[in-house]
């Protein structure tokens, strides 16, 4: 992927639409072309484009690190933090060295398996 400093949202759906128009209706590639427009147009939509503009640039910085939020030796323990009220969504934290991130599904919090930089091979964890 290449980095565009400093896109306009505008200019980016207008050439997707650009591409999209080559393409064969109800193709893989065509569906997500226009899938790839609607999450543009998503974010602004729900005024986030500077939240998104942020995500951006963090994720080609090379800097960029992912906090942990909170280690925990058992699963048992993480589960007693997640209703606890203290965790939030989103937070990334350890269980036994291996990466998970609280997520909101109807009516509570949970954990999904989310393997941190290190787990893949990359050194790109703040520690």
């Known amino acids: 992927m290449a980095y565009i ?5 505008d200019d980016i759906v207008g ?11 109800g193709t893989k590639a065509k569906d997500a072309i226009e899938l790839a427009q609607i999450a543009l147009l998503y974010t602004r939509h729900l005024r986030k484009q500077d939240d998104f503009i942020r995500y951006y640039k963090e994720f080609f910085d090379p800097s960029f ?3 942990i939020a ?28 291996k990466g998970f991130l609280v997520a909101r ?12 930089p ?3 091979g990359t ?3 703040e520690e």
């Open 118 to 120: 290190e787990e893949l």
């Open 70 to 97: 909170q280690e925990f030796v058992t699963r048992e323990e993480a589960n007693a933090w997640l209703v606890s009220g203290k965790a939030n969504e989103a937070d990334h934290i350890k269980i036994a060295g």
């Open 105 to 116: 599904v109807p009516g509570r919090l949970t954990l999904i398996d989310a393997p941190l």
């Open 15 to 25: 050439i997707l639409t650009s591409v999209s128009e080559g393409r064969m209706e």
């Open 123 to 125: 050194d790109d964890s």
């Open 65 to 67: 690190k992912i906090k």
């Open 5 to 9: 400093p400093d896109f306009d949202l």
